[in-house]
Every structure is written in C-alpha cells, then in structure tokens.
C-alpha cells in the first residue's frame, strides 16, 4: 500500500510542477490580446479564448498545487490557537466530510456534461472558436484532483 500511495504522490507532484509552466502562455495570451485587437485587426478573440482554455488548466491543476504545498486555506487557519492532536483531527475531518464527498458529488454530476462536451468537442459559444470542452474538462480535473489528493493525505496518516 506504501509504494502505491508514494507512486500517486510523486505522480501528482510531477503534475503540480509540470502545470506551472502554463503561466507562462497564460501571461503571453493576455499580453497579446490588445496588440492583436488594435494593430493586427484581428485574433485577439482567438487568444482570448485560448488564453481562457490554458487558464482554465493552470486553476484545476494549481489549486491542488496550493493545498499541497500549504500554501491554500486549510484548517489550521480556523484552528491554530488549538492543540496539533485537535488540528490533525479537524484536517481529517474535513477532508472525509467535505473534500471527498463534495468532490466526488462533482465527479458523478459532471461526468455526463464532460462526456458530451469531449462527444462533439464543444467550441465557445459566442466566437465558435474550438476548445471549451478543455474549459469543461478542467472543472472535472480540479474535481479529480481534489479527490485524489485528499485520500492520498488520508493514506499518508494511516501509513
């Protein structure tokens, strides 16, 4: 159970530090957008739907990131004044309480709109330009991750 739980962990670490890098054409697509739209004529709707695209990823990858890294709200923040026996317990908690059932509500919900989005690669609706399954994709990755992470912190206290 030890090297299934390490295997996950480094495999969701690697993700976490690969995803970082869509900063950087997040940041290009934005800077982009104004000098398309008012010297070229043209793209700018483009990139803003792309930069929409590569945004979406950087969020469902860098929230899990965050909380990894304890940079995100945890539950020491409502318990710091308390004991760490009362804080591991009130982690636990709300990882089994809150993160995994709420997650995994999100997966099952979201599943049937993912699966019809990536059916017909849904485009935006209002340029037509392809790409928003990969918004709608992100949501269910974010869910996916949440999910995955939390039990991997619930493994990690039982090892």
């Known amino acids: 159970m030890h090297l299934i739980v390490d295997t996950l962990d480094r ?50 990858v860098s929230l899990t990131a965050a909380t990894r890294s304890g940079a995100h709200l945890a539950s ?27 997650s995994l509500f999100l997966l099952i919900v979201g599943w049937p709109a993912l699966l019809g ?16 399954f990969l918004i709608r994709a992100s949501g269910f990755i974010l869910a996916a991750l949440v999910f995955v992470s939390g039990l991997l912190a619930l493994l990690r206290r039982r090892a």
């Not at 530090?17 to 957008?33: E, G």
């Not at 709707?45 to 695209?53: F, I």
């Not at 020491?76 to 709420?102: C, E, K, M, Y």
């Not at 989005?117 to 935006?124: A, G, K, P, T």
């Open 11 to 60: 495999g969701l670490e690697r993700l976490c530090l690969a995803a970082r890098w869509l900063a950087l054409p997040l940041v290009l697509l934005l800077f982009l957008q104004w000098p398309l739209r008012d010297l070229v004529k043209g793209w700018s709707r483009e990139a803003n739907d792309l930069g929409q695209c590569v945004f979406a990823l950087y969020v469902a």
């Open 117 to 132: 989005s990536l059916r017909v690669l849904e485009s935006f609706p209002d340029t037509g330009n392809p790409g928003y």
């Open 76 to 102: 020491d923040a409502l318990a710091h004044r308390h004991g760490p026996r009362l804080r591991r317990a009130l982690d636990a908690g709300l990882i089994v309480f809150g993160l995994l059932p709420w």
